[in-house]
């Protein structure tokens, strides 16, 4: 078991938020980029936002718990995340797009980067807003599981189209616990987005990701003295190279330098 935590930082126009996993951990949480996590009551702290800028070769995975963000993109897309909603865009063979949080009492969420493979990595770009309805609710005693992606005993979430990532927004009350299944063939984390967790009888601190060892299951416990809020991921590792520069990650340094000559020259979007 192995234990990140988050780490202060400033990013975009000048938000300030948790970066969890980046450029160092992408051995070990394939196909798992980059997580940052938002929890903010103050609105200077996130509404400089993220102005236009490009991505190329990943997907990026935008959830709220509370807050607000507005988006729009160069395919023409515009529109907002609200509480308990997401937006998987897939940004493939290149987007420009912007997002930018708006005043709320809590500004509180992450924003997943996800790996795309090497024979997608210039698919057609696309966006998937994910709803509230959209992400189903499974309740058993003190133990909330929002489906986001992927399946858990038998409640479904959104299917994705490349990387088949599992994730579920959990909730236990104090006290309480949750033994969930996974594939041994996927890395399997969670992030602590509000609290502590006691894993394998250590107390591991809010703000922290845990990436398991392989095995059938993984059990989590919330303290008797407060509940937790995590966010459990799964996906199967693409064990290819890895090109990271800025917002595109591709899987050669000549495709690195690729794209930004083409964003220098004004031909790094390909759809029309």
């Known amino acids: 078991m192995k234990e990140i935590r988050g780490k202060n930082a400033v990013d975009g126009a000048g938000v300030h938020l948790v970066r969890v996993l980046g450029r160092s951990d992408t051995k070990d949480f394939d196909p798992f980029l980059m997580l940052d996590s938002f929890d903010s009551k103050d609105y200077r702290d996130y509404i400089a936002g993220f102005p236009m800028h490009p991505h190329r070769g990943i997907e990026t995975i935008t959830y709220l718990i509370s807050g607000e963000i507005d988006h729009q993109d160069s395919l023409g897309n ?151 809020r995590f966010i459990f991921f799964s996906g199967k590792p693409l064990h290819e190279p890895i090109a990271w520069g800025g917002p595109i990650v591709m899987n050669t340094d000549s495709e690195l330098m690729d794209a930004f000559e083409e964003l220098e020259q004004g031909t790094f979007i390909k759809h029309k």
């Open 78 to 228: 515009k529109g907002k995340i609200g509480p308990g909603e997401a937006q998987w865009m897939t940004a493939g063979s290149g987007i420009l797009h912007q997002e930018m949080p708006q005043e709320s009492e809590r500004m509180l969420g992450f924003q997943l980067w996800l790996n795309l493979p090497s024979m997608e990595k210039m698919a057609e770009p696309q966006y998937l807003n994910i709803e509230k309805e959209q992400i189903p609710v499974k309740q058993a005693g003190d133990v909330e599981i929002r489906v986001l992606s992927g399946s858990f005993e038998g409640v479904k979430g959104v299917t994705p189209k490349y990387i088949q990532a599992s994730i579920y927004d959990i909730l236990l009350s104090a006290g309480g616990q949750i033994e969930i299944p996974v594939n041994p063939e996927e890395n399997v984390f969670l992030f602590l987005m509000e609290g502590d967790a006691l894993i394998e009888e250590r107390r591991i601190l809010s703000k922290t990701a845990v990436l398991f060892d392989n095995g059938a299951s993984i059990k989590v416990e919330a303290p008797a003295d407060a509940d937790l």
